[in-house]
């Protein structure tokens, strides 16, 4: 596990947006579809229902829309933005990337842009590489896109992973300051944490050996020797998945606060992928969280993978209960099997 406890951060979030369809398709609806029922989805997943693209709506359309969101509500300028990082599992196409659509979208001259595949590690992954090319000067305004039409990559004759997955986007603005310095959280106070930068904290590491565990494939018939179906559907294995989640991502968070000096006491929101409802609840009786720490989308969004961290966080900005000052730890775990995250201070 590769954790950063003395962090140089020159980033502070400044703006957040984000953007579901219209669609709803509820547990009822898919009663129609498979074997399945409301109480057991429920039970099983803390899902009652999700948002589902439109016909001529794809990865791309729903990022736009969660960045003129962030313009709208906190009247930021984006077409100075230097760089564009957009983390996606299903884009609308391989070449050209979904970040560079939303940059044609809001033409943004000059600016560069990646797509990030870290499946429902994307939005922390990106928000770690964001503070990165801030620290090295290279940019100084970066915008950061979790979006995703799983239900695209949907079989919706499999029972166990139909009930799961949404789509939905969330989008963030990530701006350089003046007074960056490296700070070393585990001495310092927190009014200098606060004007350094708001990334205090991060880490990040992968099990790729079980990355068949989870998986959507393309051109190779195989992972290693594990032999995939080749329908570019959504594939999971639940139960392993979730013993990884159990035992390596509880162990991921545990060390991140470690190296960091914070206890989950200390920590005012976890925000973790919102991957099921038990699987929350699992990994906060095993750290140590409260219930009510947790800031979770699933009820009405399900899992959105690489969306699911920002549309979480974004429901608790609009209600009031994340506050300026207040520090968050977001953690995103999934498909490769990888995790990243970030511990941060909030400021908007």
């Not at 990030?116 to 305004?141: D, I």
């Not at 960056?180 to 310092?188: A, E, M, P, R, Y």
């Not at 959504?234 to 991921?252: C, I, T």
Request: glycine share 8%; aromatic share 6%; hydrophobic share 40%.
């Amino acid at each position: 596990m590769t954790i950063s406890t003395l962090v140089h951060s020159h980033a502070a979030v400044t703006a957040i947006g984000t953007y579901v369809p219209e669609r709803i398709l509820s547990n009822q609806d898919l009663e129609k579809l498979v074997d399945t029922s409301d109480e057991w989805i429920f039970q099983r997943t803390g899902i009652r229902e999700r948002r589902i693209a439109g016909e001529r709506q794809y990865a791309s359309d729903l990022a736009i829309e969660a960045v003129h969101d962030l313009i709208h509500r906190y009247e930021k300028n984006v077409h100075d933005v230097d760089y564009i990082i957009v983390a996606t599992s299903t884009p609308d196409t391989f070449v050209p990337s979904v970040a560079s659509r939303v940059q044609a979208a809001f033409g943004m001259k000059g600016c560069g842009n990646a797509d990030l595949q870290a499946a429902c590690a994307g939005f922390t992954s990106a928000l770690q590489m964001a503070n990165g090319l801030l620290l090295s000067k290279l940019c100084r305004k970066i915008l950061i896109i979790g979006t995703e039409t799983l239900s695209r990559a949907t079989d919706y004759t499999d029972r166990t992973t139909c009930i799961l997955f949404g789509d939905g986007a969330g989008a963030m603005l990530v701006e350089s300051t003046d007074t960056g310095v490296g700070v070393d959280i585990s001495t310092t106070n927190s009014d200098s944490i606060l004007s350094a930068g708001d990334i205090l904290a991060s880490n990040a590491s992968t099990d790729g050996e079980q990355g068949h565990h989870v998986y959507r494939s393309s051109l190779a018939p195989h992972i290693g020797s594990f032999e995939l179906s080749q329908n570019s559907m959504l594939v999971q294995n639940g139960r392993e998945v979730y013993r990884w989640a159990l035992s390596r991502v509880a162990a991921g968070v545990q060390e991140l606060l470690d190296g960091s000096g914070y206890t989950a006491q200390t920590i005012d929101w976890f925000v973790p992928h919102n991957a099921n409802q038990r699987i929350i609840d699992a990994l906060c009786e095993r750290i140590g969280f409260e219930a009510q720490q947790a800031l979770s989308s699933i009820e009405h969004y399900g899992n959105t993978s690489a969306a699911s961290i920002p549309l979480a966080l974004d429901a608790a900005v609009k209600d009031g209960r994340v506050q300026p000052g207040q520090l968050l730890l977001l953690y995103g775990f999934g498909g490769g099997l990888t995790q990243s995250g970030v511990i941060m201070r909030w400021s908007i």
